[in-house]
């Protein structure tokens, strides 16, 4: 969980390192196409792209464990997983087929470990515990990218519905600023930034 005293520079900068595992990398062109599908998809309640119900079950319960909700909304609430199926219906087939294997060797490991077919079975305690033991490999570090970049994407584009990401951040989006800033612009120009 984020320290609150974290400042939103510090944070964006430790969230930026969720890439470099990752084997989807996004240019803010693409996160903005993304959240403009999964946008209408969310409204319309459409059906997934490339996702099957397995997947949408499984890949919604990582998410939720990544940015649990809690006292505050989490990526369930945010519709990450319409982001995460609108980048990879974009012509992502060889990185959707990694996350399938990934996905079938964390369900092995349910099984084996807690005798459960699906990871969504598992309680909050052994879901930690099996991704915890899957941190260093693509497919996690891939679904951690995709949820952050769908929990903080633009609302207007269909990411971090209803501003949860913004909420959870403590970011407060205005048309404009005006100074004195927030605390973590004053310790951005402390620093000499």
Not at 12 to 17: D, H, K, N, T
Not at 62 to 77: L, M, N, S, V, Y
């Amino acid at each position: 969980m984020i320290d609150i005293q974290l400042s939103r520079r510090e944070f964006l900068r430790s969230a930026g390192g969720a890439a470099k595992s990752s084997i989807i990398v996004l240019s803010l062109p693409a996160i903005l196409v993304s959240c403009e599908r999964s946008k209408r998809a969310n409204l319309r309640n459409e059906k997934f792209s490339v996702l099957t119900d397995e997947e949408v079950q499984e890949f919604q319960a990582i998410a939720a464990r990544i940015i649990p909700t809690d006292e505050t909304p989490g990526a369930t609430e945010a519709g990450v997983i319409y982001f995460i199926d609108n980048v990879l219906a974009d012509d992502k087939e060889k990185e959707h087929e990694t996350l399938r294997l990934g996905l079938r060797e964390l369900q092995v490991a349910a099984a084996l470990s807690f005798n459960a077919s699906y990871f969504h079975e598992l309680e909050p305690e052994q879901q930690d515990h099996l991704l915890t033991a899957s941190e260093d490999t693509p497919f996690f570090g891939t679904i951690r990218f995709l949820t952050i970049a769908g929990m903080f994407s633009l609302p207007e584009y269909g990411g971090n519905r209803d501003k949860v990401g913004y909420e959870l951040i403590g970011f407060e989006d205005r048309h404009a600023w005006q100074s004195p800033y927030g605390y973590y612009d004053a310790d951005y120009a402390e620093r000499g930034e």
